[in-house]
């Protein structure tokens, strides 16, 4: 497989050099057509590839909370792209014969056959196997027709053209069906911008989605005629409003030992003096005002860190990480530091680098912050951690994966 996927790249390249302005209009067309097959059939390879490493478990055997992870920083994927990656080779090696001939061939794509699985499972169970071979059929000659937004709302009358005599009674299955995708589907993703802002992303499922426009609704209406916010700024407010309340009520679940908060840190006098500047437990920057306004809600939390009578290192006294301590923790490591990992510091336990047990000090210099997976991986493998000579973690891996054992080191989370 190897050979011949390095022959199949070395002709691609070749194809990036060919002239294409001198090609004539219907051999582009052609072209076209057929590096499109090619993709679908890549991915065929791609995602069989994905289905037998995640069988194998190779992600969590390298240390990889799952095999999405392992992927996002293998492939340098968004772990949302990662994520579907291997809910798709799961769907397509549990799908019929004829749906993974179609995406090999090149006459489906990958979110066809999603929506193809999907429907001959449905057919599947309403009307038997003989109704599920003829609606792949049927399915596939659509495909080369309509897209997969077209194709799963035609998929819903499926049974009319396959087995009439059943379509009724499929109609409603197939809108439990449609519920049970909606359950699994639904997610959040915050995606963090390079300036320390979220991208916010996702797909509710139905009733989701009615208590957040029940929440939202009468808080995104312009607070006046000249009102300048738009639509969505509005919406944007009215979300942040939504969390400001929800933090008011006192009623949140702890995490990480310590209720929700949001945590600012600064330097006194210059916060006094309106001058300074302030971070959050994110790494993101706050102005001066911003800070001061925070610093007067009752329900947040200031942090101010470096003042006299802050001890940060309690030896043996107290075995937990809390208070001042964990929090100057959150703020050097910036959430779990293993390498790869993006799990923010609510996730995350305080790591005794020298074991409590076996002498080790509750202090800066021999904690470490990982979260609950990472957290047992390191206990249970051959990774070791350390200090490097800057004061920021490092995990050296174990011989086995890789024999020069060079330290590693998180790069998900910014450093200040």
Aim: aromatic letters at 4%.
């Amino acid at each position: 497989m190897l050979e011949e996927l390095a022959q199949a790249e070395a002709a691609v390249a070749d194809c990036l050099d060919a002239p294409t302005w001198a090609l004539p209009e219907h051999d582009l067309v052609a072209a076209l057509d057929a590096a499109h097959r090619l993709e679908q059939r890549l991915a065929a390879v791609k995602l069989a590839l994905v289905r037998e490493l995640d069988g194998r478990g190779t992600a969590t055997a390298q240390g990889a909370s799952s095999t999405a992870v392992w992927l996002r920083d293998r492939l340098r994927l968004g772990v949302g792209a990662a994520r579907r990656l291997v809910e798709l080779a799961a769907t397509l090696d549990a799908a019929p014969t004829g749906v993974r001939d179609a995406l090999a061939g090149g006459a489906v794509d990958v979110e066809q056959v999603r929506v193809i699985a999907g429907t001959v499972e449905t057919v599947h169970t309403a009307a038997g196997a003989e109704a599920a071979d003829k609606a792949i059929g049927v399915l596939v000659d659509w495909a080369a027709q309509f897209d997969a937004t077209l194709l799963r709302r035609l998929g819903t009358r499926i049974l009319d053209h396959v087995a009439p005599e059943v379509a009724d009674a499929a109609a409603k299955a197939a809108m439990e069906a449609e519920a049970r995708r909606a359950c699994r589907d639904r997610h959040v993703t915050l995606s963090e911008l390079r300036d320390g802002r979220l991208r916010l992303s996702g797909i509710l499922d139905g009733e989701a989605a009615g208590l957040l426009r029940a929440a939202i609704d009468p808080l995104t209406a312009p607070s006046g005629p000249d009102d300048p916010r738009s639509p969505g700024q509005r919406r944007h407010d009215a979300l942040a409003d939504l969390c400001r309340l929800a933090l008011r009520t006192g009623e949140l679940p702890e995490h990480g030992g310590e209720a929700a908060q949001v945590v600012v840190t600064t330097s006194f006098d210059p916060l006094a003096l309106r001058l300074g500047a302030g971070t959050l437990d994110t790494g993101l920057h706050l102005t001066p005002e911003t800070v001061r306004r925070l610093a007067c809600d009752a329900t947040i939390l200031p942090a101010v860190l470096g003042s006299a009578g802050q001890t940060l290192d309690v030896g043996r006294q107290r075995r937990l990480f809390t208070g001042p301590l964990r929090r100057a923790l959150v703020l050097r490591d910036r959430g779990c530091a293993f390498p790869g990992c993006d799990r923010p510091p609510r996730w995350c336990d305080a790591h005794h680098i020298r074991h409590w047990a076996d002498g080790g000090t509750t202090s800066l210099d021999n904690a470490v912050l990982l979260c609950g997976h990472h957290h047992r991986h390191v206990h249970t493998s051959d990774w070791a951690v350390r200090l490097g000579r800057d004061g920021h973690p490092e995990f050296v891996p174990p011989a086995w994966l890789d024999p020069e054992q060079i330290p590693r080191r998180n790069h998900y989370h910014l450093r200040t």
